[in-house]
């Protein structure tokens, strides 16, 4: 079991970045795969970046491509999110996610994570 705890959340206009982070504890945090997802006000949790467990793979949902880069450093039981060009309909709370099944990148969309953070707040004004 792995227990996440996400940071880096904030106020930002829009154009600004953000840097989220997300510290996971255990020993086996290296084997598993992980996520952000978000989950706007009033409207479903949606899928944001997936990155495998060796951090080769990565992948996005379409709405964030080119602006935003999810990235891990498995010394530091860490996982990142670089959010530039922020819009205001990234506003959004924003969790991070773990899994231990290695799957390949392309169908966490679909197949989810099995364990989740807290969340954190990003807010994009405009």
């Known amino acids: 079991q792995v227990q996440l705890v996400e940071s880096g959340g904030g106020l930002v206009q829009a154009g600004g970045s953000l840097r989220l982070s997300c510290a996971a504890s255990?020993?086996?945090?290296?084997?598993?795969?992980m996520g952000w997802l978000r989950q706007a006000p009033g409207k479903e949790r949606e899928f944001v970046a997936a990155i495998s467990w060796s951090g080769d793979s990565t992948y996005y949902v379409d709405s964030v491509k080119g602006r935003f880069t999810i990235s891990r450093d498995n010394a530091k039981n860490t996982v990142y999110l670089q959010m530039n060009s922020l819009k205001p309909e990234d506003t959004a709370v924003y969790y991070c996610?773990?899994?231990?099944?290695?799957?390949?990148?392309?169908?966490?969309?679909?197949?989810?994570?099995?364990?989740w953070g807290q969340g954190t707040q990003v807010t994009v004004s405009s």
């Open positions: 996610a773990a899994d231990p099944r290695k799957l390949a990148v392309e169908v966490r969309p679909k197949m989810g994570y099995d364990y």
């Open positions: 255990g020993r086996t945090f290296r084997s598993y795969d």
